[in-house]
């Protein structure tokens, strides 16, 4: 069965950085793009981030642009999302996707 599994998540600093990582199983993960999303308390679930199955194309929403980078390691199974210069309004669960597959989420909170 698909199993997406994130990890990566915390506690950081505004300005800081993460790396969140999705070790995906039970599919041939070099076929498919992949997504990360997101979900802040008392809001809707954004699109934050995809990747094509090649890596050759990504798409980010205009808040997450220049600060995150999504990537992906076809060898691993393992979609990652680097995230810098953190701000308090990042903070929100994050979720890997891949068609109607959703990971556990890891929780992401940026705060001094």
């Known amino acids: 069965q698909v199993q997406l599994v994130e990890s990566g998540g915390g506690l950081v600093q505004p300005g800081g950085s993460l790396r969140l990582s999705c070790a995906a199983s039970g599919f041939t993960f070099s076929n498919y793009g992949m997504r990360w999303y997101r979900q802040a308390p008392g809001k809707e679930r954004e699109l934050v981030a995809s990747i094509t199955w090649s890596g050759g194309s990504t798409y980010y929403v205009d808040s997450a642009k220049g600060r995150f980078t999504i990537s992906r390691d076809n060898a691993k199974n393992t979609v990652y999302l680097r995230m810098n210069s953190l701000k308090p309004e990042d903070t929100a669960v994050y979720y890997c996707?891949?068609?109607?597959?959703w990971g556990q989420g890891t929780q992401v909170t940026v705060s001094s």
């Open positions: 996707n891949q068609g109607g597959y």
